[in-house]
């Protein structure tokens, strides 16, 4: 079976810019966030990846000009050499640390033929806008800048490789959004062939997070294609093992309860969930439960259990559950991903986040779900079926600005 990673040459931040440099995630930040964020920081890549904030307040982030302010501004931190490229292609090693506890993964680059034939998996469908996006991107900065987030089933030969790389002296070690501490270590020019051979040993990847970025590097590559090698047909990715991977929870807000009465609402819930009011806020402790803030209440939902499919990879989902059994025929939630009514929020805001957006009347309910599993992500993907969309929350992420991969 063919290599579906390989190793790059990485233009990076050096030891001494990469605090300067290090952004969060071009899609977790509002264009008026990443402004704030890079205000007095001429080096951050948040200049890069949203650079309609360099442009007059109003511009759109989808404008000609803002993509050219975007790659004018990559050229600066070259010219500048706050980026450098290193001068051979190699493996990095990548951890992140988040409130005492780390993960260890590898850089590389994965090849675009085996995402088409669905060896590196999928398991969301992408949004036409988001997709379209990241192509002019990519192909105006004539780069990779957004890492795709992956997973591979844990691997003795990989723990062994990855740890000896970190044993060395580091690259850079940055503390970047949320206080999570990344650091890069590159892989000794000795080891890059262990590497390799550790990896293609593996019979799929997994993406975890970038779906579009995947999606739109396939693009790009279809767009040139032309020698198998050539770097557009690889795209970057940064891969940890499944077992140190962490899923939060992907909570909902609904806006109004489609004409229903919160008792009303209520009793039809009763059907099929057993209903319990608790005291506070508590985030479900196992799957099949979740927790419900309606009327300045807190409710414990248990649905039924001859309600939940368990031969189905994707029906069994929590998300499912909620989705095929309260949100789209109580709530009257129609496909999530286009459904005006319906917004979701990240884990890591908490469930206060979830009781303020009702409280300001933001939202007429809202819902907290145990969160997924990796075994259930893989299991997805293997089936070569498709989550509901926002059924994953990763935490940490990963920050943009220290690895990319440039199209030679």
């Known amino acids: 079976m063919p290599s579906f990673v390989r190793p790059f040459a990485a233009l990076r931040p050096t030891r001494e810019s990469a605090a300067a440099v290090v952004a969060p995630p071009y ?35 989808y404008s000609d000009e803002a993509y050219a302010q975007g790659a004018r501004s990559l050229a600066r931190l070259v010219e500048e050499r706050v980026l450098v490229r290193d001068d051979a292609p190699s493996f990095y090693a990548y951890r992140m640390v988040m409130n005492g506890r780390a993960q260890t993964g590898v850089a590389f680059v ?118 198998s090698d050539a770097s557009h047909e690889f795209f970057l990715c940064v891969a940890f093992p499944h077992d140190e991977m962490r899923i939060l929870d992907y909570n909902r807000v609904v806006r109004d309860l489609n004409g229903l009465a919160p008792d009303a609402l209520l009793a039809r819930i009763r059907e099929s969930f057993t209903v319990e009011s608790v005291p506070a806020a508590k985030s479900p402790a196992q799957p099949e439960t979740f927790a419900m803030y309606l009327a300045g209440q807190w409710y414990a939902l248990k649905i039924l259990p001859k309600l939940v499919p368990r031969h189905d990879p994707v029906a069994s989902l929590d998300v499912s559950l909620l989705q095929d059994h309260l949100l789209a025929p109580l709530l009257k939630i129609g496909d999530p991903r286009t459904d005006p009514r319906i917004d979701f929020v990240g884990g890591v805001r908490g469930l206060a986040e979830l009781e303020r957006r009702v409280q300001s009347g933001r939202a007429a309910a809202a819902f907290a779900l145990h969160p997924t599993r990796m075994e259930q992500l893989m299991a997805v993907a293997d089936a070569s079926k498709l989550m509901p969309p926002k059924s994953t929350w990763f935490e940490p992420k990963l920050a943009d600005g220290l690895l990319s991969h440039v199209l030679d």
Do not use: M
Not at 31 to 58: C, Q, V, W, Y
Not at 143 to 154: E, F, I, N, R, S
Not at 160 to 183: Q, Y
């Open 27 to 61: 899609d977790v930040v509002s264009t008026d966030e990443a402004r704030a964020l890079a205000a007095g920081r001429p080096s951050s890549f948040l200049h890069i990846s949203r650079p309609e904030i360099d442009l007059p307040e109003g511009s759109s982030p």
């Open 110 to 227: 994965g090849s675009v033929r085996a995402y088409e034939q669905n060896r590196i998996r999928r398991h969301e469908l992408t949004r036409p806008d988001k997709e379209n996006d990241r192509v002019r991107n990519i192909a105006t900065l004539n780069a990779q800048t957004g890492p795709v987030l992956c997973a591979y089933k844990a691997d003795g030969a990989l723990r062994e490789l990855v740890g000896a790389a970190a044993k060395s002296a580091p690259l850079f070690s940055v503390v970047g959004p949320n206080d999570v501490e990344h650091t890069v270590w590159r892989v000794a020019a000795a080891s890059v062939a262990a590497f390799q051979t550790a990896f293609d040993a593996h019979d799929a990847l997994y993406i975890a997070d970038g779906h579009h970025r995947s999606a739109a590097a396939a693009r790009v590559a279809a767009a040139r294609r032309g020698a």
